[in-house]
């Protein structure tokens, strides 16, 4: 019998052109770039594209505040409204533009240049900018930052080789680096939306800082390569583990393969469930039980999960091939049901059910 494919399970499946980059959910609005340089919108509950904006690309981060997406593309930092697409205004920064996050008043932005006679990251910068696009100071940065944070009007800049711990930087006061009881390099962070910010090191363990003090957890001795934090944290390792904190219970699954994204997002029993996406010849999702760490769905893919974005009761994924997969609460909770019964019917069947999702909503 075959395994239902992450299709089946879809509300929704619509195609970006490229690797997908980002995924932002803003109302009924779901919004995707790629790295060829497509960024579109579409309307969740109806299916249909509502504008599509072409750039150079890479596209690679985003955020949004109100009804105005931000995203870093190539050397680039770019302002669009979701409403219509409009490209409210575009700034060149020196070297690759990385992270971008906003808050109610400015950006911080993050860039970096690659050294490709040392096959390393020689430096890199942080950015400050007004809402309207207007650059209000840059700073320095030695190396490249893998995580950034907005804390307090400050931003928290998580870093590599050759510091291995964080930087702080203002308009009153010069870059500021750190050292943390875990020495290795950060390879990913995420942070509460608030006031704490999560690391992860390259040889295990994840540091909390909070107010200016940091806290190492201790974990298995393995790449910490995704951290999502939704009410408590969640951590996937390279070794395949999967880990939770003390608010979902402090437990640990292997899931096998490299874990590449984890999210909080709908479950089979009417909860919040992790969601987890290992690569290994092909991509597998993985659905977890939040209290438990007991899986309750895996389903495989054949192209690389690239990026995840939820909001609520619905998760979408973004695929390397530059597919979209939308999938909704009720929706993936009737598809479970139909799985046994579904898998047995035909391909002409299969072939109309895609047919008919393609032209709006399953």
């Given at each position: 019998?075959a395994?239902?494919?992450?299709?089946?399970y879809?509300?929704?499946?619509?195609?970006?052109?490229?690797?997908?980059?980002?995924?932002?959910?803003?109302?009924d609005?779901?919004?995707?770039?790629?790295?060829?340089?497509?960024?579109?919108?579409?309307?969740?509950?109806?299916?249909?594209?509502?504008?599509?904006?072409?750039?150079?690309?890479?596209?690679?981060?985003?955020?949004?505040?109100?009804e105005?997406?931000?995203?870093?593309e190539?050397?680039?930092?770019?302002?669009?409204?979701?409403?219509?697409?409009?490209?409210?205004?575009?700034?060149?920064?020196?070297?690759?533009?990385?992270?971008?996050?906003?808050?109610?008043?400015?950006?911080?932005?993050t860039?970096?240049?690659y050294?490709?006679?040392?096959?390393?990251?020689?430096?890199g910068?942080v950015?400050?900018?007004?809402?309207?696009?207007?650059?209000?100071?840059?700073w320095?940065?030695?190396?490249?930052?893998?995580a950034?944070?907005?804390?307090?009007?400050?931003?928290?800049?998580?870093?590599?080789?050759?510091?291995?711990?964080?930087?702080?930087?203002s308009?009153?006061?010069?870059?500021k680096?750190?050292?943390?009881?875990?020495?290795?390099p950060v390879?990913?962070?995420?942070d509460?939306?608030?006031?704490?910010?999560?690391?992860?090191?390259?040889?295990?363990?994840?540091?909390?800082i909070?107010?200016?003090?940091?806290?190492?957890?201790?974990?298995?001795?393995?790449?910490?390569?995704?951290?999502?934090?939704?009410g408590?944290?969640?951590?996937g390792?390279?070794?395949?583990?999967?880990?939770?904190?003390?608010?979902?219970?402090?437990?640990?699954?292997?899931?096998?393969?490299?874990?590449?994204?984890?999210?909080?997002?709908?479950s089979?029993?009417?909860?919040?469930?992790?969601?987890?996406?290992?690569?290994?010849?092909e991509?597998?999702?993985?659905?977890?039980?939040?209290?438990?760490?007991?899986?309750?769905l895996?389903?495989?893919?054949?192209?690389?999960?690239?990026?995840?974005?939820?909001?609520?009761?619905?998760?979408c994924?973004?695929?390397?091939?530059?597919?979209?997969?939308?999938?909704e609460?009720e929706?993936?909770?009737?598809?479970?049901?139909?799985?046994?019964e579904?898998?047995?019917?035909?391909?002409?069947?299969?072939?109309?059910?895609?047919?008919?999702?393609?032209?709006?909503?399953?």
């Amino acid at each position: 019998m075959a395994q239902p494919s992450l299709e089946f399970y879809s509300s929704l499946v619509r195609n970006i052109e490229g690797e997908c980059s980002f995924l932002r959910i803003s109302g009924d609005f779901l919004v995707a770039g790629s790295n060829s340089g497509q960024v579109g919108c579409w309307s969740i509950s109806s299916g249909s594209e509502f504008w599509r904006v072409e750039f150079e690309g890479p596209c690679s981060n985003s955020d949004s505040f109100g009804e105005v997406l931000y995203f870093t593309e190539s050397n680039k930092i770019h302002s669009i409204d979701i409403n219509s697409g409009e490209v409210l205004w575009s700034v060149e920064l020196q070297g690759s533009s990385d992270f971008v996050r906003c808050t109610s008043e400015y950006l911080w932005v993050t860039s970096s240049v690659y050294n490709f006679e040392i096959q390393d990251y020689s430096e890199g910068a942080v950015w400050k900018l007004g809402l309207d696009g207007t650059v209000i100071q840059s700073w320095k940065t030695e190396g490249r930052a893998w995580a950034l944070s907005s804390v307090e009007g400050r931003a928290l800049l998580g870093l590599s080789r050759p510091n291995c711990g964080y930087a702080t930087v203002s308009e009153l006061s010069d870059i500021k680096y750190v050292s943390l009881e875990n020495e290795n390099p950060v390879t990913v962070g995420n942070d509460d939306g608030d006031q704490r910010v999560f690391l992860g090191h390259s040889k295990g363990g994840v540091t909390e800082i909070c107010s200016g003090e940091s806290t190492s957890l201790s974990m298995a001795d393995s790449s910490v390569s995704a951290i999502e934090f939704n009410g408590g944290l969640v951590a996937g390792l390279e070794s395949g583990e999967v880990f939770v904190g003390e608010g979902f219970g402090s437990w640990s699954t292997d899931i096998g393969g490299s874990v590449e994204t984890v999210s909080i997002g709908p479950s089979l029993d009417g909860e919040n469930g992790i969601w987890a996406s290992t690569w290994s010849n092909e991509a597998k999702l993985t659905m977890i039980e939040l209290s438990s760490g007991n899986v309750k769905l895996d389903v495989s893919h054949p192209s690389r999960i690239s990026s995840v974005c939820s909001s609520g009761k619905t998760i979408c994924f973004g695929d390397s091939s530059g597919l979209i997969f939308i999938l909704e609460q009720e929706v993936l909770r009737r598809r479970f049901s139909q799985s046994d019964e579904e898998s047995d019917k035909g391909k002409e069947r299969l072939a109309m059910r895609e047919k008919i999702r393609g032209l709006r909503r399953g």
